[in-house]
């Protein structure tokens, strides 16, 4: 038995590995690897796999580590800040989302609880899928990027009340008035779950920490290890009494865990095996893919993978759209939300085990999963262009420009000579501060509707509208305007303002603000006079600080930083580039320290001027400045008299400062 299993996970990483590399170069995200892999070994495949029930088993555990995680990652002051998107919008893709597909199969003549569940798998997206993508893509804070995060962290706390509604689901007949539990029973129910509740809470105020904090102080990670795995299956298993999943109990114990200090410890710590069990799991998943059904049922399996992603797309548009963001916006955070989501997976399989899920459902749901996620990232390389096109469309202009309510205050025709910053982040927040400083007069562009509120209430002059629109630019005055300032996340918008900023006001001068250096040429090419890459920036902010500590005169670091901002960062970007006229100070002086020293009463320095010792000549070492009570004494000289409890700045070699440091201290005797 134990060998079988070896061989299947042998042959099982084997393949996902090959599968993944193929897919890896194909930009298509690992986890349709890993299903594709179950489907190539499984009984529909070439039923490679002798021990299914292990190989679930194990799929069993990857949930429940997935769920954990989940449960130690989430973060309450997270969600605070995008609540609106987070609550409100995330509601509205999830209802209008279950309402469409529900209402579709009720229409086609489904049960009504194999519809709702129906409705709940369709609802839901791909946390790890999109995310993913937008990070790669450097859109992870972009104004979409910010939408779907919201959307997404209330899709996964929706999937919890939506796996708890399962055996209600499978156990009852809806909308019955029957009762479904005697009293005595539901007392029964009503204990078994105050008693879970309230010894959870217990645990996650004080047992827990307090355990954490024990075994932290061992400096075992063994021991460590051991009772976090402890806390996920032993809450999960409490929870099964309630009739409460396994994975559920996990998400509960991983919340547990969350408010501690100790919780980014042990998502490190889990992380691995996590992976390796979740892969498990969507190999099973794959293995439970009936290619023959499919393949029966190709044109069907196609137009519902086509209403799939039209539907999702649309309805998640919609929920953005509705909170005021403006067209461009909320079609690309709908387009990255158009995918199945992992959550309904496990859904998906609680209903077919409850029975509620035919299998032949089963095995069509299973099909628009996997190409719906498949497709994701091809979805999003279409998504910029495709937005473009329908942001022209004139019946959808004023949508797509977002001007309901830009008004500020201010008519465009009064502004001449004036600077226009796009972005009212951190960098457009200060930039206007010292426009405001310098009398400057300015406008701000901004599409994030809380970011815009809040500007309005600072009085700041902004217009509420998305800069890749000709019409909102031209509101802000863009044809007249001296300078024009583009600070945001999105890198795909910010080529496409700066080039469309350029063609509306040829003699503008354009700055921007890009993260990468990999941006700078695209948009130079575009209009752009000065790109500014935060990437190197801090480059140069780090060798300005290394340059410094080696004692590099600051003249001639101000000269190679000028050098290498006038050369485009080039010479940072070329290994071999000669570095001119720095001087080789750590070849002459190597050993160069600066250390601190009490000098305690009665000892040799305490009471004497510097003049009287002379440290410099007597012992190779110079007192660069004084620390005296909340006081700092620079520009010391002979006379300087150095008293008990005075911290000294030293500067010298170690060895010689090794030799000098009894003098700072009480002589014996």
């Not at 021990?51 to 989940?70: D, H, K, M, P």
């Not at 990232?377 to 910029?384: K, S």
């Amino acid at each position: 038995m134990v060998f079988a299993l070896f061989t299947d996970i042998l042959i099982v990483f084997s393949i996902a590995l090959i599968v993944g590399l193929i897919f890896n170069r194909l930009k298509v995200p690992p986890l349709v690897a890993f299903i594709l892999t179950g489907i190539i070994v499984g009984p529909y495949g070439f039923s490679l796999i002798q021990s299914e029930e292990q190989v679930n088993a194990l799929a069993e555990i990857g949930i429940i580590l997935l769920l954990f995680t989940i449960g130690i990652e989430f973060s309450f002051k997270d969600l605070w800040k995008i609540r609106l998107i987070a609550l409100v919008g995330g509601a509205l893709q999830v209802g209008l989302s279950f309402i469409f597909f529900c209402g579709l199969a009720l229409l086609v003549g489904w049960p009504t609880g194999e519809a709702i569940l129906m409705g709940f798998l369709l609802s839901l997206s791909s946390t790890a899928i999109v995310l993913k993508i937008l990070h790669e893509r450097g859109e992870i804070d972009s104004p979409h990027g910010s939408i779907a995060l919201g959307i997404l962290i209330f899709q996964d706390l929706a999937a919890i009340p939506m796996i708890m509604a399962i055996p209600f689901l499978a156990s009852t007949t809806l909308f019955s008035i029957e009762p479904l539990l005697t009293g005595t029973d539901l007392l029964w129910l009503v204990f078994q779950d105050i008693a879970i509740v309230v010894t959870l809470i217990v645990s996650a105020k004080w047992f827990v920490p307090r355990m954490l904090y024990e075994i932290a102080r061992t400096k075992n990670q063994e021991m460590f290890l051991l009772f976090v795995i402890l806390i996920c299956f032993g809450v999960a298993w409490l929870v099964s009494f309630a009739g409460v999943s396994f994975a559920i109990g996990a998400l509960l114990a991983g919340l547990i865990i969350s408010g501690s200090e100790y919780s980014h410890q042990v998502v490190s710590i889990v992380l691995p095996f996590r992976d390796i069990f979740t892969s498990f799991f969507f190999i099973s998943v794959g293995m439970l893919v009936n290619i023959h059904f499919v393949a029966a049922n190709l044109w069907l399996v196609i137009f519902l993978i086509l209403i799939v992603l039209g539907a999702k797309a649309l309805l998640s548009t919609a929920a953005p759209l509705a909170l005021g963001y403006p067209l461009r916006t909320a079609a690309l955070s709908g387009l990255a939300l158009a995918q199945v989501g992992e959550f309904s997976f496990i859904i998906a399989q609680s209903g077919v085990t409850a029975g509620i899920l035919p299998v032949d459902t089963y095995q069509m749901f299973l099909a628009i999963a996997l190409v719906t996620m498949a497709a994701t990232p091809f979805v999003l390389d279409f998504g910029h262009p495709f937005t473009s096109r329908i942001c022209r469309i004139s019946a959808l202009s004023r949508i797509a420009q977002g001007t309901c309510g830009v008004d500020d205050g201010k008519p465009h025709k009064e502004r001449k000579d004036h600077l226009v910053i796009i972005g009212y982040g951190i960098t457009g927040r200060n930039l206007g501060r010292a426009a405001r400083q310098g009398k400057i007069p300015y406008a701000i562009i901004e599409l994030n509707p809380d970011l815009v509120t809040e500007a309005r209430l600072e009085g700041e002059p902004v217009i509420f509208g998305d800069a890749t629109s000709e019409g909102v630019l031209n509101h802000a005055g863009i044809h007249l305007a001296r300078i024009a300032v583009i600070a945001i996340n999105d890198p795909v918008a910010t080529r496409k303002i700066t080039s469309q900023v350029r063609r509306l006001n040829e003699g503008i001068t354009i700055i921007v603000r890009t993260r990468y250096v990999s941006e700078m040429e695209a948009l130079y090419l575009m209009g752009a006079d000065e790109v500014i890459a935060e990437e190197f920036e801090t480059s140069v902010e780090i060798f300005t600080v290394v340059l410094h500590r080696y004692f590099i005169p600051w003249d001639q670091i101000e000269a190679f930083i000028g050098e290498v901002r006038a050369g485009g960062y080039q010479m940072l970007r070329k290994r071999s580039e000669p570095v001119s006229g720095l001087p080789d100070l750590v070849k002459n002086i190597p050993n160069i320290t600066i250390s601190a020293f009490t000098i305690e009463d009665r000892s040799p320095l305490a009471g004497k001027t510097l003049a009287e010792f002379n440290l410099r000549k007597r012992h190779n070492i110079t007192i660069l400045a004084l620390q005296r009570g909340d006081a700092t004494i620079t520009g010391l000289g002979g006379e300087t008299r150095l008293e008990a409890g005075d911290v000294a700045i030293v500067y010298g070699t170690p060895s010689y400062i090794a030799l000098a440091a009894p003098l700072f201290r009480k002589e014996e005797g």
